[in-house]
């Protein structure tokens, strides 16, 4: 009797507090949503004077995407993104890898990084490029995917 009773106040416990936050999505140009405000709880001052203060305290989360795609008969995943500096596309499929390259490109279109893929897995560094929009091309067997990688 008692693991129920704590399991349905833990149950309600959790429930509370998950609809005690309010939040936001911010998008970019594109209608790609790019970071989620969290609103984690509301603080009220009472005054000497009897007036009250309301302070809500705010968090903005970058939300990280997976991206899923294929190209021709791959199956491709490239995360994280947004990224701190290393980006992982994983390669999958029935085809041989021939030919895999990459090109990253920043936003005036200068190429910062290239390589070719040895396995399925394929790690972009990025750390030495400052924050902001790249974009990354994958050429597997002469077909072509680009994706934009965002850099924080």
């Keep these: 009797m008692k693991t129920k009773i704590t399991l349905l106040i833990t149950i309600l416990t959790i429930s509370f507090t998950a609809f005690a936050q309010d939040f936001t999505y911010t998008y970019d140009a594109a209608g790609n949503r790019i970071a989620r405000v969290v609103y984690l709880q509301t603080k009220t001052t009472l005054h000497n004077n009897g007036s009250t203060n309301h302070e809500t305290e705010e968090e ?35 085809e041989t890898i021939e030919s895999a390259t990459y090109n990253v490109y920043d936003v005036g279109g200068k190429q910062v990084a290239n390589g070719t893929v040895a396995s399925s897995m394929l790690l972009v560094n990025l750390n030495q490029q400052i924050a902001g ?20």
Excluded at 79 to 85: E, I, L
Excluded at 133 to 146: E, F
């Design 60 to 94: 903005e989360i970058a939300e990280e995407k997976t991206l899923k795609d294929k190209l021709g008969s791959f199956d491709l995943l490239v995360y994280p993104n947004p990224t701190k500096g290393l980006v992982v596309v994983e390669i999958s499929g029935e």
């Design 133 to 152: 929009t790249y974009t990354l091309r994958l050429t597997i067997n002469g077909k072509q995917q680009s994706w934009k990688i965002i850099k924080e």
